[in-house]
C-alpha cells in the first residue's frame, strides 16, 4: 500500500511534494488550471502543458465548516469525526491563481499575501487500500 | 420600441418544500395561476419557454396542461435558467413571431448545499473529491476578501439577512416565515467562514410563471400591464472572480452582473437612481452585499453605512428583497430568477399586501447571479 495522486491527469506525486499539470498559451503566456485545449484568454489553441509553480501568496480564503456531499467528496463525511478545512486561492507568481485546500483551519491564522507553499494531503484509502493524496497549501514555515 | 413587450400575468406556486409533489406539477400550478391572472386559457398560449435544473424537461407538461400543440422550448441556463426563459419569451414577441405566450421556471433541489459532480467520464473527480467545488466556498471566499477591502463588517451581513427573514414573514409564499433577530444570526453555525448558516438561502423547491403579451394588446388582459423595458444575460469575461473556478487569472476584471447591470440599463434607457425597487440575488448575505455595488446602487463600501441607516427595508429609499429574497425563498434554480420578477410585478401592481413599497414604485429591478459566473437582469416599469 502506498500513495497515489487523486488524478495524474492534473496532479503528479513526486518525491518532493504534488505537481500541478496547468496549461500555458504560446501565444499570450496565459494560464489555466487544470489542462484545457483552448485558450480563454486570447482564444487560441496553441497551447501546451507545464507544471505550476509550487510557492505563492494567498489571495482569497474561507473556511469549509460542514461535510461535503458525497459523492463527489472522497473525504470524511460524518459529521461527528469531520474536521474543518481551509479553502482558498493562492497566486502563483507569472502564472494564475489556484484554488485549494489550505492545511490551517483558523481563521485568525490566515491573512491574505501570506507565503504558501504546495503541500500533499491524504483525503482518504482508493479502491485498493492506497492512501489518495490531493493537493493543500501550508504556510511557508 | 422599448415599451413592445407586457407582463399582463404572473403565477406562482409557494417555495419551500412540497412533499409528494413535483417539480413540474408545481410548475403547471404556476402555469395555471398566470393564465388564470391574465384572464386566458393554457390554448390561447401561442408559446412556451419553460426553465428546470434538476426536476425534469419542461416540455413535458403539455401532457398535463394541454396538448394544444403550441412551440415549447426547454432552457437550461445554469443559475440564470429562469431569466433566460423570460428572455427568450421577450425575445420571442419583440420578434413578432407570437403575441402572447408564457415563460414558466420551476425546480425542486435535494437538501443542503448543492453537489456539483465534474468528473470527466473513467477519471477520479478530483475537485469535489478533494473538498473543493462548493458553491459555498466561493461565496465565503468572496465576501471575506470583500470585507477585509472594503471594511464591510458581519454586521453588515446579519442586518441583510435578518431582513430578509422579517420581509420573508410578510410573504405568504416564501419558504421561511420566521423572523430573526442579527443576534440569531450571527449566532448560528458557522457554514463557510465568515458566512453562517443563516446568512445562506437553501435549495428549495418552487414554480413561477409569467404571461407575456405584446404591449398594445396588453389591455385586453388586464388592467394593469407590467412594462419589460429590458433582459439581458451576461457571461463571464477573461480575468473575473467566479464560483466553481479551480484556477483564476491573475488579471481581475469585473464580472458579469457588472456587465448585465450596465446592458440592462443602457437598454431600458434609465440609471439606478431612478429604481424604486430591486431584488438581488442574495445566495447569502454578502451577495446581496456586493451585489448592490455591482448594480450600480452604490460605491464599493458604501454599503456598511446604507445598511446601517436602513435604507434597504421596505420604507428606505431603495427597499431591496422585499419578499424576502433567497435567504426567505430558498432557490429553487429554475424559478428564482422569475420570483424576482414576480415580486416586482406585484410591487408595481400596488398589490403586494403587507410588504408593499410605499409611494406608487414604479420602476424595478431584478438581478440573479450563478454557476458557472452568469448574470440576468431585468428591468420592469409601470
Known sequence: MGQVSINENVMDLTPDGPRLKGMRCRQCNNHVFPMQKGCPKCTSDDVEEVQLGTRGTLWAWTIQGFPPKAPPYLGETDPEKFKPYGVGYIELPGQLKIESRLTIADPTALKNGMEMEIVGETIGPDEEGNDLVTFAFAPVT | MSDDVAIVGIGMHPFGRHEGVSGMEQGGVAVRKACSDAGIEWNDLQFAFGGSVAAGQPDHMVSQMGLSGLQFINVVNGCATGGSALISAYNTIKSGAFDLGVAVGFDKHERGAFRVQTGRQGERDWYGGSGMALTTQFFGMKINRYMEEYGITQDSLARVASKAFRNGSMNENAWRRQAFSEEEVLQSQML?????????????????????ARADQAHEYTDRPI????????????????VLAPSLALDYTDGPTVD???????????????????QLQDTESGAEVMHMAENGFCEHGEQEEILARGETEINGKLPVNTDGGCLANGEPVGASGLRQVYENVLQLRGGAGRRQVPDEPKVAYTHVYGAPGISGVTILST
Open chain 2, 260 to 278: 448585465a447591470s450596465r446592458a440592462a440599463f443602457e437598454a431600458a434607457g434609465v440609471g439606478p437612481e431612478d429604481i424604486d425597487v430591486a
Open chain 2, 192 to 212: 463557510s467562514y465568515p458566512l453562517t448558516q443563516y446568512m445562506f438561502c437553501s435549495p428549495g423547491e418552487g414554480g413561477v410563471a409569467l404571461i407575456l
Open chain 2, 227 to 242: 412594462f419589460l423595458k429590458s433582459a439581458v444575460v451576461r457571461s463571464r469575461r477573461y480575468g473575473s472572480f467566479e
